[in-house]
């Protein structure tokens, strides 16, 4: 049984412009240990996901309106408000992108720590002090028990992100939701935060779902990869065949509309033409084919189901074997993903079809 | 790309020069540029107790026609650098000529007619357009107060402006709100193009953006330099994309410039500590390269500019110093930038210990291409020791993006 299993979830906002489709349907597994990213950019529901995992999404407004989150083979979206108490920090700890605004400012990070630690454990003030000692030095802090003292704002940004990590680790939950930790951090301080994270959550053996819009921080940190466009996931595969053969046109553009850092000089880039949709309107097809290359007839009517590229007996959705799955009705070849771009002789995009109205 | 190639002392009349000196002069050349921003402190008697050393002995020039990308993390004085050159600031000390002509201390009129000839693209989309202006008010702003054009001319003008920077003509009567991101940031490059400058800064123009809106963005840059001979200076934290535009790269640490060389034999040949391990630290974005790299990883933080470390500013996190057995040196004297190679200067003592090291041959996935740099340079420990036979890296043709 996988550790977390996200069943159809189905996300909308009602705000006075419209309701908002944030998710559209999204279903992942994750088992126990296993990294996933998820990439996408904003807008595209990766955080609403996992907001509606941990039944943090802002209220009235964010409504999940279908779907499961089974966590353990629990069904969270049916817990009462104390049992999702109860689980959040000690069972699924979540970091967010900007440490600052996630540490309460008027009180000391000691404060804060004890005070994580004593909601879920029955310790003394004194053991829980001695313990966030110990957090504070496994993640690299040179000398804790004084900086304890200190307030959020007497530390940098990465500082500020090790006691965020420290604190989501304190209770060695089995999987933590980790929301751009790097985001808002330059890029030496990003690779001492990510190094940090790898080496304790596989040596806790806890489960990751990292969210990032950057595709290098993925490539290096998760076994597996959703790529989510709109609401929608639109390439599932393990890290390495996605990368060695993306077959979701807007994985593929992705990949060719960011420079690398190892590329020879003078290779064009080739953007994704257009912008992302409007939410508010309900998806009709394929999100996406407004701005793809390889787009057909079928793809302004249906959105296309997330399914195998490659012929296969049984769909994995977890662990090393995981099955490479698109959602697309007209996948890029490989040497399509290669070139960027469509290279059928005589292709031509299907234009929008006049009585669809989106 | 010598820092004595500009001969004269003061102001000069750009017309007294022949045209083929004025071709080999650098559009915009700095010397020695400080910026200190005072710390005061006190309510009533404020009180001078300090100065935050943003830009600290900046020297570079910027060829017409090139690329220029200013690398450093947040805080290392980068965008300083852009908004001083500009002449948003008064320099606290050092020399800014452009074209010939020294900026340093010109105000008034004269610093207006100047300003024409430079613009500036900002980060922020939303923050650098007045959200009660329309489109065609915010690209026509420049024109007002120069006093170039009127009417009929003018409105043709912003939609001409429009036009070239991918948005429909149109969209002139609309407001910034009804705009996008990445089609904000057309309006900016518009406002930028206005006045037909010679010298753009464009402080991060990509990083506020999404990623599938930063290629767009990035190829309208380079298609307009090809098209209207445009200088940029570019600055940015992300290596790849300063890497992908630049012609030439310079890498700031607190106030500094570390290095500066062609942006090939940046990452084919890092040769300042800072630099490789900067290069190390940008994930690129394929597991088979991942997996293969190692990172260095610096320890602790950038030291605060009100009061950066002695000698090397970067010895308190130098992983070749630690290597050397922390020679003292370091500590005592602070390196001056020195040529390594034909263009390619670097301000460390033992720049020459780089070269070869696992820690550069990781980084860049291969050995150096130049030819090591002998221990007679390090003897010597003055500029333009030994020479690689790597030609140094102009403005080079680039192909014209599709599409």
Not at chain 1, 105 to 133: G, S
Request: with cysteine.
């Amino acid at each position: 049984m996988a550790l977390l299993s996200v069943r159809d979830l189905v996300v909308r906002f009602r705000t006075h412009d419209g309701t908002v489709h944030a998710v559209n349907g999204v279903s992942f597994d994750l088992d126990a240990g296993e990294t996933l990213g998820l990439v996408g950019e904003s807008g595209c529901g990766k955080s609403v996901t996992n907001l509606a995992v941990m039944r943090l999404l802002p209220a009235p407004a964010g409504r999940i309106e279908g779907g499961q989150v089974l966590f353990e083979g629990e069904d969270l979206l049916r817990l009462d408000e104390a049992g999702m108490r109860a689980l959040r920090g000690k069972e699924i700890a979540m970091i967010f992108q900007d440490p600052m605004t996630s540490l309460n400012p008027v009180l000391t990070i000691q404060e804060q720590m004890v005070e994580t630690i004593k909601a879920h454990k029955k310790v003394t003030n004194k053991q829980a002090r001695a313990q966030a000692v110990d957090l504070l030095t496994m993640v690299g802090m040179s000398e804790p028990d004084r900086r304890l003292r200190d307030y959020p704002h007497q530390f940098s940004g990465g500082m500020r992100q090790r006691v965020m990590i420290a604190m989501a680790l304190a209770l060695q939950p089995k999987l933590l939701i980790a929301d751009e930790p790097t985001t808002a951090l330059d890029v030496t301080i990003q690779a001492q935060v990510l190094e940090l994270l790898s080496r304790l959550t596989s040596e806790h053996k806890t489960a990751v779902i990292l969210i990032t819009h950057d595709l290098g921080v993925v490539a290096g940190l998760t076994r597996r990869i959703n790529v989510m466009y709109a609401g929608f996931v639109v390439e599932s595969a393990n890290t390495a065949d996605l990368f060695a053969g993306p077959a979701h046109p807007y994985t593929v553009g992705l990949l060719h509309s960011m420079p690398r850092l190892d590329a020879q000089p003078g290779e064009p880039l080739i953007p994704i033409e257009g912008t992302p949709p409007d939410l508010r309107h309900a998806p009709v097809g394929c999100p996406f084919a407004p701005r793809c290359a390889w787009r057909v007839e079928s793809c302004w009517r249906e959105m296309p189901p997330l399914e195998p590229v490659r012929e296969t007996a049984e769909v994995q959705t977890t662990g090393p074997l995981a099955t490479h799955r698109s959602a697309c009705w007209n996948r890029p070849t490989a040497e399509e993903a290669i070139a960027g771009r469509p290279l059928r002789v005589d292709f031509v995009p299907a234009p929008e079809p006049v009585e669809v109205s989106r | 790309m010598t820092f004595s190639a500009t001969p004269e002392a003061g102001p000069v009349n750009p017309q007294a020069t022949t045209p083929a000196e004025a071709a080999n002069r650098p559009l915009m050349q700095i010397d020695g540029l400080k910026m200190y921003f005072e710390i005061t402190s006190g309510i009533l008697m404020s009180r001078h107790v300090g100065d935050v050393r943003a830009v600290d002995g900046v020297s570079l020039s910027i060829r017409k026609g090139e690329t220029v990308g200013l690398v450093g993390e947040s805080g290392c004085g980068k965008s300083t650098v852009g908004r001083t050159i500009l002449r948003l600031y008064r320099p606290t000390a050092g020399r800014i000529v452009f074209d010939g002509q020294d900026i340093t201390r010109v105000e008034g009129s004269s610093l207006r007619a100047v300003r024409r000839r430079m613009q500036m693209i900002f980060q922020d989309p939303y923050a650098s357009l007045n959200p009660r202006m329309t489109a065609a008010g915010i690209i026509s702003e420049p024109l007002e107060i120069h006093g170039v054009s009127s009417g009929r001319e003018r409105r043709d003008r912003v939609r001409d402006l429009l036009a070239t920077v991918g948005l429909d003509p149109d969209y002139g009567d609309r407001y910034p709100h009804e705009f996008s991101g990445g089609q904000r940031q057309r309006i900016g490059v518009a406002r930028a193009l206005a006045l037909h400058p010679d010298l753009i800064v464009a402080d991060e123009p990509i990083s506020a953006l999404d990623v599938s809106i930063q290629a767009q963005i990035i190829n309208l840059l380079e298609h307009l330099q090809d098209e209207f001979g445009l200088t940029y200076l570019f600055i940015a934290h992300d290596l790849s994309v300063v890497r992908h535009i630049s012609d030439r790269i310079a890498v700031m640490y607190l106030g500094k410039i570390v290095e500066v060389t062609g942006s090939r034999d940046l990452y084919e040949r890092p040769l300042h500590p800072y630099s490789v391990a900067l290069l190390s630290a940008v994930p690129i974005p394929d597991p088979a390269v991942e997996t293969r790299r190692r990172r260095i990883i610096l320890t602790g933080d950038v030291p605060s500019p009100s009061n950066p470390p002695s000698g090397c500013r970067f010895h308190t996190r130098c992983w070749l110093r630690e290597r050397l057995g922390n020679p003292e040196r370091c500590v005592e004297e602070e390196p001056v930038l020195r040529e390594m190679a034909t263009g390619h200067q670097v301000a460390c003592h033992f720049a020459e210990e780089v070269d070869g090291t696992a820690e550069q041959v990781q980084v860049t996935g291969r050995p150096g291409r130049g030819a090591p740099v002998g221990s007679a340079g390090a003897a010597a420990g003055v500029a333009g020791g030994v020479v690689a036979p790597t030609a140094p890296e102009g403005p080079q043709p680039r192909p014209r993006p599709r599409g």
